[in-house]
């Protein structure tokens, strides 16, 4: 599959052991954050997001928190399983006074699921 | 089923040669978007849209073209590709901004 970073952050873990992968965001202004997963070969794909407003959400074995004091994000999965196993992304939108704003991603972290 | 279509997925070209790559989402979404990726640099945005005929840089918008002439559809241009826009290519759409991005399969071009 196609190579989507070199020397990114790694993660290895046994089947059906908890995740956590963190993420730095740079702006203390954005308000709405995603966590992505990107398979080989594949283009991102939405796992979960959070407002500003909140400081945890959680979804199908899926827990995002958010911690706006040291401008940090986290992606928790429970049970990991071999299919798991990706590169996540995080990314920050900023809405700058504008109806679309502006979206960037951090650089990703490979997660590796053992059987 | 919703997605995002690109086409081609793969290309090798030579440098000066125009090529464009399409894109289309069957979601009536409102915003659209282009990156581009590259090991160790993440996803960084070359143009958005928000709406027909509106279109706007993003971050690394040189070399790049595109257009918005129908909803659906926002092709990139590249009028005259060099090799340093040898990359992984996504594009992505979604209802608004602040609203979860649907991503391509992506286009992996190449600049000899």
């Known amino acids: 599959g196609e190579s989507v970073g070199l020397h990114l952050p790694t993660l290895s873990v046994q089947e059906g052991d908890n995740s956590i992968i963190n993420c730095a965001y740079s702006?203390?202004?954005?308000?709405?954050f995603i966590w992505y997963k990107q398979e080989s070969g594949k283009g991102p794909q939405f796992i979960i997001d959070?407002?500003?407003?909140?400081d945890k959400r959680q979804g199908q074995r899926v827990t995002v928190l958010l911690n706006k004091t040291v401008k940090h994000l986290s992606l928790q999965i429970a049970a990991t399983q071999p299919g798991d196993s990706a590169v996540y992304f995080c990314?920050?939108?900023?809405?700058?006074?504008?109806?679309?704003?502006?979206?960037?991603f951090g650089q990703g972290t490979i997660l590796t699921v053992h059987p | 089923e919703a997605q995002v279509t690109q086409n081609p997925r793969y290309l090798i070209t030579v440098t000066g040669k125009k090529l464009t790559v399409t894109c289309s989402q069957n979601?009536?979404?409102?915003?659209m978007s282009w990156y581009r990726q590259d090991p160790g640099l993440g996803l960084r945005q070359i143009y958005y849209?928000?709406?027909?005929?509106?279109?706007d840089k993003g971050d690394v918008p040189e070399g790049y073209k595109v257009s918005r002439k129908e909803k659906r559809n926002f092709p990139l241009i590249l009028e005259s590709p060099s090799p340093n826009q040898t990359s992984l290519y996504f594009c992505?759409?979604?209802?608004?901004?602040?609203?979860?991005?649907?991503f391509g399969d992506g286009t992996r071009l190449s600049i000899l």
């Open positions: 992505a759409s979604s209802f608004s901004g602040g609203q979860p991005q649907h």
């Open positions: 702006n203390s202004a954005s308000d709405y």
């Open positions: 959070i407002r500003s407003n909140m």
């Open positions: 990314a920050e939108w900023w809405a700058g006074g504008t109806s679309y704003g502006k979206l960037t």
């Open positions: 979601m009536n979404h409102e915003y």
């Open positions: 849209s928000m709406n027909v005929e509106v279109t």
